[in-house]
């Protein structure tokens, strides 16, 4: 990454902090495996609808080797209320026969002997499990330095003038190419709070936006000062815990 790149990325964190604040996250990092399941559920839906089929799924089974012995079908209606159901279900079974198959056991206690790089590869093999999927497990569950691309991060690091890319995944490369150390949680999290109240698809709050003068959105309109007041719940720093009480 340009050394002018990274010190905008620190700039726009710095404003992001200001107007948004430190983005809370559990003290206790979350299990990898509880983080990628958690993951899958949450694409192309809401954190609060897919927050509630996790703590389904979790209250069905308290031991996700319990998945082995279970049809995809019956966790498709666990999981409805997230959408999507029929793909996740089968990501999620299939992710976990495969652990079975490959490792003997129903885990990913094996993540911390690979670096980003082949541990990015490792997880994307799996059927379903995306880069931004997995970049998650590494910056929430493993606190490494990454910053996953979801449409919200896309969007914004787009019209910020971060990256002009064409998918998600293409943003996420540019932007993890020497991602500036140490920031990775606050400006991924910000920068979703930011998507999703401030700079939305269409009819963006450009009158209120932190960042307005470093964006390079065409479609600017800084007349438009409506944007949503409500604080986002974010799923992935709300998983640790939840269904602990069973396995006891």
């Known amino acids: 990454?340009?050394?002018?790149?990274?010190?905008?990325?620190?700039?726009?964190?710095?404003?992001?902090?200001?107007h948004f604040g430190i983005?809370?996250?559990?003290e206790e990092l979350p299990n990898p495996l509880d983080m990628i399941i958690a993951t899958i559920l949450s694409q192309n839906t809401n954190d609060r609808n897919s927050y509630k089929a996790y703590t389904n799924l979790r209250a069905a089974f308290p031991d996700w080797n319990m998945i082995l012995d279970t049809d995809r079908e019956e966790i498709e209606k666990i999981v409805k209320i997230a959408g999507l159901g029929k793909q996740k279900s089968a990501a999620i079974k299939g992710l976990v026969t495969e652990l079975y198959k490959k490792y003997g056991k129903v885990s990913l206690d094996f993540v911390n002997n690979h670096n980003n790089k082949e541990l990015l590869e490792l997880l994307t093999n799996f059927q379903g499990i995306g880069k931004k999927t997995?970049?998650?497990?590494?910056?929430?569950?493993?606190d490494r330095n990454?910053?996953?691309?979801?449409t919200h991060v896309h969007r914004t690091a787009n019209r910020l003038g971060l990256a002009q890319t064409s998918s998600p995944d293409k943003t996420f490369d540019i932007l993890n190419d020497g991602f500036p150390e140490g920031i990775a949680h606050r400006f991924?999290?910000?920068l979703i709070r930011l998507g999703r109240e401030v700079c939305k698809p269409t009819n963006p709050s450009c009158g209120v936006c932190p960042v307005s003068r470093m964006c390079k959105f065409e479609g600017k309109d800084r007349s438009n000062?409506?944007?949503?007041?409500?604080?986002?719940f974010m799923l992935l720093d709300n998983i640790s815990g939840v269904g602990e009480e069973g396995k006891k």
């Open 134 to 142: 997995a970049s998650c497990v590494l910056l929430f569950a493993l």
């Open 225 to 232: 000062t409506n944007s949503s007041q409500q604080r986002s």
């Open 23 to 26: 983005p809370p996250r559990d």
């Open 146 to 150: 990454v910053c996953p691309v979801d």
């Open 188 to 190: 991924h999290t910000n």
């Open 1 to 18: 990454m340009e050394r002018a790149l990274r010190d905008k990325i620190k700039r726009i964190n710095s404003r992001l902090i200001e």
